[in-house]
């Protein structure tokens, strides 16, 4: 049986101290072959705060880390059948606050197309963050500075690689379409 990548439900912001010590517990167990990846899946994105760019990693899915692992065979068992596949099961289960999603067991594999498209993300953000932008489309903002300062709007357009909001104005009664860069205007 190969590796398959499971999603486990740890306690919220103990995501990498519960991740380090799982990695921890499959090196001294001598597990890696059989779990050669434990993830905590977090990107790097750039924040503006009181006009200072900062780089931060902020975690993609807070209270979940995915793992790498083959489980072995279950047989229709309640644990593995092998003595080598019970300890890969008591090595994830013996660090405290680690669940598996879901209520099968053995605990079903997430499908490839689910987990890339994560692992693209980390990647991507590794070499160059991303902005973070906490305006949505939709959302009511007021323009804080430059040209439209004080003039309240809509987003019409979250230009997130960018960092731009595209902002319906009313100007001398006409709705116009603004650029606006998106640490320049303060939600309503």
Same mark, same amino acid.
């Given at each position: !049986?190969?590796?398959? =990548?499971?999603? #486990?439900?740890?306690?919220?912001? *103990?995501?990498?101290?519960?991740?380090?010590? $799982?990695?921890? *517990?499959?090196?001294?167990?001598?597990?890696?072959?059989?779990?050669?990846?434990?993830? &905590?899946?977090?990107?790097?994105?750039?924040?503006?705060?009181? %006009?200072?760019?900062? @780089?931060?990693?902020?975690?993609?899915?807070?209270?979940?880390?995915? &793992?790498? +692992?083959? $489980?072995?065979? =279950?047989?229709?068992?309640? #644990?593995? @059948?092998?003595?080598?596949?019970?300890?890969? =099961?008591?090595?994830?289960?013996? &660090?405290?606050?680690?669940?598996?999603?879901?209520?099968?067991?053995?605990? +079903?594999?997430?499908?490839?197309?689910?987990?890339?498209?994560? $692992?693209?993300?980390?990647?991507?953000?590794?070499?160059?963050?991303?902005?973070?932008?906490?305006?949505? *489309?939709?959302? !009511?903002?007021?323009?804080?500075?430059?040209?439209?300062? %004080?003039?309240? %709007?809509? @987003?019409?357009?979250?230009?997130?690689?960018?960092?731009?909001?595209?902002?319906? &104005?009313?100007?001398? %009664?006409? +709705?116009?379409?603004?650029?606006?860069?998106? =640490? #320049?205007?303060?939600?309503?």
């Amino acid at each position: !049986m190969s590796a398959s =990548w499971y999603i #486990l439900r740890v306690p919220v912001n *103990r995501e990498d101290s519960t991740g380090e010590k $799982l990695t921890l *517990r499959v090196k001294a167990d001598g597990l890696e072959h059989r779990i050669p990846r434990v993830v &905590v899946p977090a990107e790097r994105v750039t924040e503006i705060k009181s %006009g200072k760019k900062k @780089v931060v990693r902020r975690k993609i899915y807070p209270g979940y880390i995915l &793992v790498n +692992a083959d $489980l072995g065979d =279950w047989g229709g068992e309640v #644990l593995p @059948v092998q003595e080598e596949d019970q300890n890969v =099961w008591f090595a994830l289960k013996s &660090v405290r606050g680690i669940r598996f999603m879901g209520v099968d067991m053995p605990p +079903a594999p997430m499908e490839p197309g689910e987990v890339e498209p994560i $692992l693209e993300r980390m990647e991507e953000t590794e070499d160059s963050p991303r902005m973070a932008i906490r305006i949505k *489309r939709g959302d !009511m903002v007021q323009i804080k500075e430059g040209p439209f300062e %004080g003039f309240d %709007g809509s @987003v019409e357009e979250v230009l997130d690689d960018k960092g731009l909001l595209r902002i319906a &104005v009313t100007i001398f %009664g006409r +709705a116009t379409t603004v650029e606006i860069e998106h =640490w #320049l205007v303060d939600p309503i």
